[in-house]
DNA sequence: CGAGCACTTGATCGCTTTCAATAGCTGTGG
DNA sequence: CCACAGCTATTGAAAGCGATCAAGTGCTCG
């Protein structure tokens, strides 16, 4: 795997504190990277101040557009975040040679577009119980991804997320999300340790409520 | 350009009516292509029946996903349609040889992820009013940009959807689209020729109604 | 202890949906 | 030629869901 000595030279890590703008829209962008750890979103704003989610980057996801030279959104972090960073022409120059790279960034590329489109329902045509739902069981599902082990059971993870950040992902307001999640809870299919903590009794019952076709209670 | 004279090989034409569904969400799908003529959709649609528009296909689109097998949603003839189609397998044969086509690829993946965030922020975030004229400028940008000569004016074009197509498109009920159809004519944003003939006096205005940042009446 | 922030909860408003009736158009068959 | 079915679109009235406006709670950190 040369490609990866090679990717190995031009890499470095930056790391970001919470709340920081790790991208302005409209600036150049002169690094694509990925991230290592922590949580950041793709905003972008309409001028009288509406806001929406477009993206949500959790650990592994890519961030960066090789070939354009300006970035289309604001990237944001959520959390602390620590970043693996190529400086672009290095990189671009990296990916013309190996096709390899070219074509994981396709994959890549496509899983983010499924994503997209995936969200697109969300938005268009799902209540906000629904929206609510959707969410937790897409942060369920990567979270429970990313458990080495495979099915942890209870699921049970951290929002990490405010309320704001969750409607800003939704289109909703965040009196709404706080209501709905407070109508989850008192349903019984959430139960919440605090603010942040989730866990979730029957996943399958979580996606009902999502309004997925779930048919079944394993992930993945 | 050898890799063309390759396509050249493998490539043939299908020709499908309006309301034909050219692609069932989840069937294999044994080829990839694009748009020649004609408009197509990509829809999801949920159990209950609810449909969102995930994706508008005009003449230039491409439709397929290399590397993956299962088609992920509907795609729907919306008038009659001729398609330029390639044989997946060597298709993607082909690809994995010549590195300028995956580059070709990730460019106009990366394009249709654009789309699909830009549409977001419609949906998640625009009023019914605001949606509307969002589509409409996008119709009436794609329409300009296939016109050779540029810039024609006055702006004028045929809309290629129903009423409740374009409802699925922004998220809304097929009769508040009509509504806010009508309320623009009423305020000469647009003039009608019948149902489906859009001029538009001052495209400028009509990018205001969209709620984008146009600031310009200039299109591109 | 008080300021600041994230969140919750209540009351009301209004936009979009829902339900329903009607118009206009096209094609078919008596 | 007209009647009628079937489809697309328009328009009206009423209902409902989420937004908006407004307190108030609880937590953290100085």
């Known amino acids: 795997m040369d490609e990866l000595v090679e990717l190995d030279k031009?890499?470095?890590?930056?790391?970001f504190e919470a709340g920081q703008t790790i991208v302005w829209s409209g600036d150049q962008m002169e690094f694509v990277g990925s991230v290592v750890t922590g949580i950041?979103?793709?905003?972008?704003?309409?001028?009288?101040?509406?806001?929406?989610m477009?993206?949500?980057?959790?650990?592994?996801?890519?961030?960066?557009?090789?070939?354009?030279?300006?970035?289309?959104?604001?990237?944001?972090a959520v959390s602390d975040v620590v970043m693996c960073c190529f400086r672009k022409r290095p990189f671009e120059k990296l990916?013309?040679?190996?096709?390899h790279i070219a074509h994981r960034l396709l994959e890549m590329t496509l899983d983010e577009l499924d994503a997209a489109r995936e969200?697109?329902?969300v938005l268009g045509r799902k209540t906000a119980r629904e929206k609510i739902a959707s969410l937790l069981t897409i942060l369920a599902r990567r979270d429970a991804s990313l458990t080495p082990d495979g099915l942890v059971r209870p699921?049970?993870?951290?929002?990490p997320l405010t309320r704001e950040?969750?409607?800003?992902?939704?289109?909703?307001?965040?009196?709404t999300v706080s209501r709905q999640i407070s109508a989850l809870r008192k349903d019984g299919v959430i139960v919440l340790q605090g603010k942040r903590h989730v866990s979730v009794?029957?996943?399958?019952?979580?996606?009902?409520?999502?309004?997925?076709?779930?048919?079944?209670?394993?992930?993945?």
Do not use: C, H, N
Not at 10 to 15: E, G, N, S, V
Not at 40 to 52: F, H, I, K, S, V
Not at 155 to 159: H, V, W
């Open 119 to 121: 969200w697109m329902v």
């Open 40 to 52: 950041a979103t793709l905003t972008q704003t309409m001028e009288d101040g509406r806001t929406q």
């Open 95 to 99: 990916m013309a040679e190996t096709p």
């Open 165 to 175: 950040a969750m409607a800003d992902y939704l289109g909703l307001t965040l009196e």
């Open 155 to 159: 699921l049970e993870f951290r929002l």
């Open 54 to 76: 477009v993206g949500l980057l959790l650990p592994s996801d890519f961030v960066g557009r090789p070939g354009r030279d300006g970035a289309a959104y604001d990237v944001v």
């Open 10 to 15: 031009i890499k470095y890590y930056r790391r």
């Open 201 to 220: 009794p029957d996943i399958g019952r979580l996606m009902e409520e999502a309004g997925d076709d779930s048919d079944g209670g394993f992930l993945v």
